[in-house]
């Protein structure tokens, strides 16, 4: 069943929309808090996006960008937006099509459906990102996204996150991530390991995450 993630904040369109989809057989998702679109994008993991232009705090094309930085799911804007500069504008944040208001059910699910046929007959459009209270890790760039803040990350310092996010709230032990940080092409010691997570402890303070890594006497270091 096809996931259809709804970004409209007003609920009579959201409405209409919502029912006449899921009588499609589509499984739906609306949107309700505009501040973390795209925490509930990766929360909720949708097969396609539809997504309306003007939305408090932030609009569509905000979001679709953001929303690009880690995955290609399919987004589709729904606007009463009609110049030649929006759909212009819609593209180049990665839009897939663009559907004017007011429109017909019958045109927006044949819009859905050949959108879908699209991008899942010959693309790959998972989502490359972890999550943990909010922080996203792009696993495609190496990107660190919060609150709408980003920070590019080096090699190692990805990898430290990495590890202590996909363990979070347990403790990982210093010796656990220099082994990870080994591999076979480099050796990392212990004074390495040391600078490598001041300089990301520097970066996540830059982002607002000044205590998310937690160090834990004689054991190692965990996230909160």
Not at 124 to 132: E, G, R
Not at 159 to 187: G, P, T
Not at 194 to 214: A, C, F, M, Q, S
Request: hydrophobic share 40%; net charge negative.
């Amino acid at each position: 069943m096809y996931k259809i993630m709804i970004i409209e904040d007003e609920e009579k369109i959201r409405n209409i929309i919502t029912d006449s989809l899921k009588k499609w057989g589509f499984d739906i998702y609306s949107v309700e808090d505009f501040s973390n679109v795209v925490g509930e994008f990766v929360s909720y993991s949708p097969s396609l996006v539809l997504m309306d232009i003007n939305l408090p705090v932030f609009d569509g094309f905000h979001w679709c960008n953001q929303i690009r930085n880690i995955s290609k799911v399919p987004v589709l804007f729904l606007s009463s937006r009609n110049t030649n500069m929006d759909i212009v504008m819609a593209v180049n944040m990665g839009g897939d099509d663009y559907i004017t208001k007011p429109f017909s059910m019958e045109v927006l699910i044949a819009k859905i459906n050949a959108v879908l046929r699209r991008t899942y007959s010959y693309s790959d459009a998972s989502i490359d990102v972890i999550n943990y209270n909010g922080v996203l890790l792009s696993l495609k760039d190496n990107t660190l996204l919060y609150e709408n803040k980003s920070t590019e990350l080096t090699k190692n310092e990805f990898k430290i996150l990495y590890v202590l996010m996909k363990n979070h709230e347990r403790i990982v032990s210093r010796e656990k991530i220099m082994q990870e940080l080994w591999e076979d092409e480099s050796f990392i010691d212990d004074n390495t390991l040391t600078v490598n997570i001041n300089r990301l402890r520097r970066k996540l303070n830059e982002i607002g995450l000044g205590e998310y890594i937690k160090t834990v006497k004689n054991q190692g270091y965990m996230i909160k």
